[in-house]
């Protein structure tokens, strides 16, 4: 089940204030000698390692460290599905009436229904329904943040391990990556690792 994309958008809000490795994980991971070689090229490969993997544009579909999302939709449906999963609040939900005029839904209008696995959805609180809303494609906005906590530590160990792997192995391989002008591999293990928590959403 998913939203249909062209009546939908993403904005950040608010990006990770940390990241879920580090220039001295992956050291310690591959065993890497500080010098000044390491210390020039790992931060870039450990920046391009978390987008390949972290938020809308990442290959999971995830949200890795805390960060906060607005989800606008052209209008209110059953269920609202929320991207990037794990969901850790719904912040607010405000919405466009008839009228032109800015609302914002008491929250105890609706009901979030998440686990660490599936994208959260949203429905009406029992015996409530969803309020009128002018059409427009920003007529319902959710601001909610995502992610596995604001510690590197939450994030789960097989996929900062994968992370860790991917890093190391464009490392090793620099002159191929450079050749190529992008980062294109992932590890077969860091792949398999990271199969079972990928998820389609837009």
């Not at 850790?88 to 609706?110: K, R």
């Not at 994030?155 to 190529?180: C, F, K, N």
């Amino acid at each position: 089940m998913s939203h249909d994309v062209r009546s939908c958008s993403l904005t950040l809000d608010t990006a990770p204030a940390r990241a879920p490795i580090s220039v001295g994980d992956v050291k310690a991971h591959a065993r890497i000698d500080t010098d000044a070689d390491a210390d020039r090229y790992l931060p870039d490969l450990v920046n391009a390692a978390i987008a390949r993997f972290d938020g809308p544009e990442g290959e999971l579909g995830r949200a890795l460290i805390a960060q906060t999302w607005v989800f606008r939709l052209s209008g209110f449906r059953t269920p609202i599905i929320l991207p990037l999963p794990p969901l850790i609040s719904v912040d607010e939900i405000a919405y466009t009436d008839p009228d032109g005029n800015s609302q914002i839904l008491a929250n105890s209008l609706y009901q979030v229904v998440s686990d660490r696995l599936r994208p959260a959805h949203i429905i009406p609180a029992y015996n409530e329904s969803w309020p009128a809303t002018r059409v427009q494609p920003d007529g319902v906005s959710v601001t909610f943040t995502a992610g596995y906590g604001t510690a590197p530590e939450g994030v789960p160990a097989d996929i900062r391990l994968a992370i860790m792997q991917t890093v190391a192995t464009w490392y090793e391989h620099r002159e191929t990556v450079i050749e190529r002008h992008s980062i294109a591999r992932i590890p077969d293990t860091a792949d398999a690792i990271l199969a079972r928590y990928r998820i389609s959403f837009f």
